[in-house]
């Protein structure tokens, strides 16, 4: 269909506790409610003349991985910060329409490092959920995997060495262990999805994407005057939608 309906748990009350033989046992309740939402689409095209396309059989394919790549490049921005109407809906829009938990300590001042890890935190108390990732800007994990301690030893390891306070070297062929990006044992997606200064926990089980259908890649000569000016239109596009089913399992920082 053209829509997702699903339900979505909002503030949930435990009952549970030791009961008696014979005893009533408790009743726990979940504030569940129903939403809808929209499938929506994510497209662009590009033109190119019939010469470069016979001329370079590899065009094609390179310019069919460049447009998906633009896809996927706003696909991942609609589903952190999404606005709705044309756009999914993402986790964190403008106006916090999905209600997901806000942590403003960071504004104040103190070490970005800091400010994350007590987000991190309160969502275990809030949420009762294990965050399992964060989101962050570039420009701010720059900031924290730069840190240094009084002697100019970097605490998340340097280029050429192995773990804060270790301070073996490692073979120059070789990588830092762990290179994932990580902070607090959690892992990091680094993307310009999120803006500077803010930054994004969450819980992978607590929402989920729906595709109807992947990726399509398509050309044409017949759009506009492209036949009479030997030009080739070629589009990509893919249909989603975006279900957050606990909203509380999402944290927004503000660090800045």
């Not at 992947?214 to 030009?231: Q, S």
Request: no cysteine; charged share 20%; hydrophobic share 40%.
């Amino acid at each position: 269909t053209n829509s997702l309906r699903y339900v979505v748990e909002g503030t949930g009350v435990y009952g549970a506790a030791r009961v008696a033989v014979g005893g009533s046992k408790p009743q726990s309740t979940l504030g569940l409610t129903t939403t809808d939402e929209p499938v929506k689409k994510i497209a662009t095209t590009l033109k190119l003349s019939d010469e470069m396309l016979e001329d370079a059989s590899q065009v094609r394919s390179y310019i069919d991985g460049r447009l998906a790549l633009f896809v996927n490049i706003e696909e991942e921005r609609q589903l952190v910060v999404g606005a709705g109407t044309d756009e999914i809906v993402g986790i964190k829009p403008s106006g916090n329409t999905r209600s997901i938990n806000i942590y403003a300590g960071g504004t104040a001042a103190g070490d970005k490092s800091v400010q994350l890890f007590k987000a991190l935190n309160g969502q275990r108390g809030s949420a009762l959920l294990e965050p399992d990732f964060v989101v962050m800007n570039p420009s701010d994990y720059q900031d924290l995997r730069l840190l240094t301690d009084t002697a100019g030893q970097y605490f998340a390891g340097g280029p050429f060495q192995g773990p804060y306070g270790n301070g073996s070297n490692l073979p120059a062929s070789g990588q830092v262990n762990q290179a994932t990006d990580y902070i607090w044992q959690k892992p990091v997606v680094v993307t310009t999805a999120v803006g500077a200064g803010t930054a994004l926990i969450g819980t992978r089980s607590a929402a989920q994407v729906w595709r109807k259908g992947g990726l399509t890649v398509e050309a044409t000569n017949a759009n506009e005057d492209d036949f009479l000016k030997n030009l080739v239109t070629i589009r990509a596009e893919k249909r989603l939608a975006l279900a957050v089913y606990r909203p509380t399992a999402f944290t927004e920082v503000r660090l800045a």
